[in-house]
């Protein structure tokens, strides 16, 4: 029997309704930034897609005192029941260019466009629908009976998920009475300036939110501006590391969701081909660019070689290219930078004595790409067992007894997430228990809900995101 081919499918880059050019987001208005100009690439060609008009300190400033003016003159002073409305309203907004934003994210990130559609995208107006409905029940939400809004909000992305994450800190903030200013990743603005226009067609008063393109010292700027009262962040754990040096001793609230290097635990009795699924979208779901990927596949000994057989004939059939190309499963790497990291670690468990392979699956010649990469024989102390690699590469290490496979798990200073797979309910609640992990997967992975919080533990930041959990980070309680 032949291989099944499947023809091109590719979406149509016409409905991103790319601009030559884009501005900052600033009280309500796009205005011309006064940085230097930064020119987006498409990482899946190399080719330049719009020039991006960037903050300087200045308009850091003048962003912060747009949303000072705002947050005391209307939006803390608005009923919940009124803001929900602003959120319903940007929450349909995404929903109705959903298709816009999704060939947008895919152009401007690299990431397949079926996860950008069908995950991304939904996900983002799904936090503005969830976050709506907590607006005018605050008082219920157990913190006491008159939580207050901090006041303003400073917000720094990554690059990974650009419009998601946005969602993810923007929400909680306006549902709560908060204003923000929010910078996206320097590699990944546009999906953000175009909601600065769903925020403009949904009429939310000026300076509710802002917009600031720019390089990491914008982010910097913002995290030491005088008068933001809360910084949310995501991203490395060495900017972590200075951004909460830099708030010691200051008043504001900080919450940070870091760098990750999870554990998936596949025992003996675990449904293996169930497994391998998850296996893959754990670590290759958007190229390994997931701080909670499960880059560490922990084995039980006596079905490792079945496991690591199943797993290489599936990635085998993972199709990378073109990540408009709605067949296409991984897309391109975000940066020559981040491709030249991975490469380096790669390069060093070759060096440790790992068994590398790596999926036969042809690689374009232009654009940043990594065929998707599977390490056997590999030990804890070997740097791709303990360093963060973001990028389609995967781990395998062994145990032999559930004691074992905890301490191999646990052998981490991150602590962001982990995934169990095994028939026996009991190891599942036991070894939850075990893991020192802020989300733990049972028989599945890589699974997000709006109502769920999410975030980690030692060096994968402190503070969650989402559910009832991440109202508290916004609030004065």
Known sequence: MGI???????ESRALANLKDHYRPFIGGEFVDGSGEPLKTVNPATEEILAEVGTASVSDV?????????AYTSVWSKMPG??????????????????RELAVLESLDNGKPIKESRDSDVPTAAAHFFYHAGWADKLDYAGYGPDPKPLGVAGQVIPWNFPLLMLAWKIAPALATGNTVVLKPAETTPLTALVFAEICQQAELPP???????????????????????????????????????????????LTLELGGKAANVVFDDAPLDQAVEGIVNGIFFNQGHVCCAGSRLLVQESVAEEVLEKLRYRVSTLRLGDPLDKNTDIGAINSAEQLAKIRGLVESGDDEGAQRWTSPCPVPERGFFFAPTVFSEVHQSMRIAREEIFGPVL????????????????NTPYGLSAGIWTEKGSRILWMANQLRAGVVWANTFNRFDPAAPFGGYQESGFGREGGRAGLEAYLDV
């Open 4 to 10: 099944f081919e499947y023809a091109p499918a590719p």
């Open 61 to 69: 400033d003048t962003a912060v005192k747009a949303a000072r003016k």
């Open 81 to 98: 029941t009124e803001r929900a409305k602003y959120l319903f309203r940007i929450a349909r907004l995404i929903q109705e260019r959903s």
């Open 207 to 253: 300076g509710v939110v802002n917009i600031l393109p720019g390089a990491g010292d914008i982010g910097a700027s913002i995290v030491e501006h005088a008068d933001v009262d809360k910084i949310a962040f995501t991203g490395s754990t060495e900017v972590g590391k200075l951004i909460q040096r830099t708030v010691a001793g200051t008043r504001k609230k």
């Open 395 to 410: 781990s395998v290490l062994t145990f032999r007894t559930p004691e074992e496979a905890v301490a191999k798990a646990n």
